[in-house]
């Protein structure tokens, strides 16, 4: 099950990029942005089960 669930990761949200290594001011930035979906999806008309959050 964990290959086909990798395999979904990789077509809705592309290959795992390795090359590039954000610096700890970029990975806030993307941890504030990504948190914002979690916070704002209850408030949302249209809710679907979270599958994953990391």
């Not at 669930?5 to 949200?13: F, L, Y």
């Not at 795992?16 to 001011?25: F, P, T, Y």
């Not at 806030?28 to 999806?41: I, N, P, Q």
Request: net charge positive; hydrophobic share 30%.
């Amino acid at each position: 099950m964990d290959e086909m669930e990798d395999a979904i990761d990789r077509v809705i949200a592309g290959p795992e990029r390795k090359s590039r290594v954000l610096n700890v001011e970029e990975k806030r930035t993307v941890a504030y942005h990504e948190s914002g979906h979690t916070l704002v999806r209850p408030y949302c008309r249209t809710r679907t089960r979270c599958i994953r959050c990391t």
